[in-house]
């Protein structure tokens, strides 16, 4: 077998793995968020990741609509549940008056924190049977993918 011939074949082995393992963990992930937002504060996965996308800087209702491919009056919908229960603000742009802006408040990043919090320890859990030589690879392989994705 040549050079290349065995490079092939073990990308073939790395994809395989990748998605024998990344959809189920992912799904696993969804599911541990999704049960505490829900459980826990009340609130739907799609609340969820409208908190989600403005803490990460969507910060207007047009903004969000995009980044979830719905529409705008979906999106206000949710946006205005979220401010009645006191997770989202918004405030009015003094030098665009038509640009309403959206942020999170202390009660919104506060249930954010409480939520990454939770899974992150979940997955601590989850990861701690693992060696420790077998966590280093991990961390390695992990930092490979990040770097082409």
Same mark, same amino acid.
């Given at each position: 077998?040549?050079?290349?011939?065995?490079?092939?074949?073990?990308?073939?082995?790395?994809? %395989?793995?990748?998605?024998?393992?990344?959809?189920?963990?992912?799904?696993?992930?969804?599911?541990?968020?999704?049960?505490?937002?829900?459980?826990?504060?009340?609130?739907?996965?799609?609340?969820?990741?409208?908190?989600?996308?403005?803490?990460?800087?969507?910060?207007?209702?047009?903004?969000?609509?995009?980044?979830?491919?719905?529409?705008?009056?979906?999106?206000?919908?949710?946006?205005?549940?979220?401010?009645?229960?006191?997770?989202?603000?918004?405030?009015? %742009?003094?030098? %665009?008056?038509?640009?309403?802006?959206? %942020?999170?408040?202390?009660?919104?990043?506060?249930?954010?924190?409480?939520?990454?919090?939770?899974?992150?320890?979940?997955?601590?859990?989850?990861?701690?049977?693992?060696?420790?030589?077998?966590?280093?690879?991990?961390?390695?392989?992990?930092?490979?993918?990040?770097?082409?994705?």
């Amino acid at each position: 077998m040549d050079e290349s011939t065995r490079s092939s074949e073990k990308l073939r082995q790395v994809v %395989d793995v990748f998605w024998e393992t990344f959809p189920p963990f992912w799904r696993m992930i969804q599911a541990h968020i999704r049960e505490v937002a829900v459980e826990q504060f009340s609130i739907t996965v799609e609340q969820f990741h409208i908190l989600r996308h403005i803490r990460r800087g969507r910060d207007s209702v047009s903004a969000l609509a995009e980044a979830k491919d719905i529409s705008r009056p979906a999106i206000s919908q949710s946006v205005d549940l979220l401010v009645t229960r006191g997770l989202i603000v918004r405030t009015i %742009d003094p030098q %665009d008056r038509r640009h309403v802006k959206l %942020d999170l408040t202390a009660d919104g990043n506060a249930l954010m924190d409480t939520i990454f919090g939770d899974t992150r320890q979940w997955m601590m859990e989850t990861f701690a049977p693992l060696s420790a030589n077998e966590i280093q690879a991990l961390t390695r392989s992990m930092e490979s993918l990040k770097k082409i994705l």
